[in-house]
């Protein structure tokens, strides 16, 4: 059918409907990135996520529920506690913004369907892990089981990649980091490599390894600036898992593209 042979009352109606599904998801994005600011926060340090109201880190004032309002409370509190006016950190308010910002895109990529759900939890791992990453070097076990747990059972009721597809993402990624941990000799973590193992059961083969490889030279380029600026000296750690989320996310979003850019196109 002709683009413009449908109705344009139609055409007004799918955008509506797009634009209302936009607002949802992102509102889902800002209450998700909520709960993994306490995600963040609370499992490096060991503490139960399910047990214990969040309370403010100067004061020990436990919040209320409208100080708990993803993005609003720091808005209107203008980024300080209600009782001592100690500041909030921006990290909160930027994990709520970013959650919400890659939900709206990874809808926008595959549309409201059930591969939605699969991609929404991995991009909320990937920012948890990031931040975590980015503080305290290192990637908490917990959240990488729960992305496998999360990956085989989603993997029976969305079947976008097939089980051997998903099987040898999952060898592959991790085998591959799992070498150059061995190669490197502690320069990558073995946090990295359970982690490549949930990108390859969530991307399957070979999107898996195009991400690593998308992570690998954006961390590498990353490290190189780092090091030349003199922000991080040569035995500084730097951590991997960002990369490997911002790879992952990269392939998420193009590594069909990316594929037929390397190889030509396939099938
Ligand atoms: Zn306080």
Not at 190 to 218: E, H, I, N
Not at 239 to 265: D, E, K
């Amino acid at each position: 059918m002709m683009i413009n042979s449908i109705p344009i009352g139609i055409l007004a109606g799918a955008g509506q409907f797009v634009a209302f599904n936009i607002i949802v998801v992102a509102v889902l994005g800002l209450c998700i990135g909520s709960l993994l600011n306490v995600v963040i926060y609370r499992v490096p340090r060991g503490v139960s996520i399910a047990v214990g109201r969040s309370h403010c880190l100067g004061c020990c004032r436990e919040l209320a529920w409208y100080d708990l309002i993803p993005l609003l409370s720091y808005l209107l509190l203008r980024g300080r506690c209600r009782s001592c006016r100690e500041p909030i950190s921006w990290c909160y308010p930027l994990v709520e913004l970013l959650t919400a910002a890659l939900f709206v895109i990874v809808y926008l990529h595959t549309g409201l369907t059930a591969v939605l759900i699969k991609y929404l939890f991995l991009v909320a791992l990937l920012v948890a892990v990031s931040f975590i990453d980015l503080e305290h070097f290192l990637i908490p076990d917990s959240l990488v089981l729960a992305g496998v747990i999360f990956g085989i059972g989603i993997g029976f009721i969305v079947q976008d990649i097939s089980f051997w597809s998903a099987l040898l993402g999952a060898v592959s990624c991790s085998g591959f980091l799992l070498l150059v941990a061995l190669i490197s000799r502690g320069g990558m973590g073995m946090g990295d490599v359970k982690l490549a193992l949930v990108t390859g059961l969530f991307l399957g083969w070979p999107q898996g390894l195009v991400g690593l490889f998308a992570g690998a030279c954006a961390g590498g380029l990353i490290g190189i600036i780092l090091l030349m600026t003199g922000i991080r000296g040569r035995k500084d750690p730097i951590p991997f898992g960002p990369f490997i989320a911002l790879g992952t996310l990269a392939a998420l979003l193009w590594g069909s593209q990316i594929l037929n850019l390397l190889f030509g196109p396939l099938g």
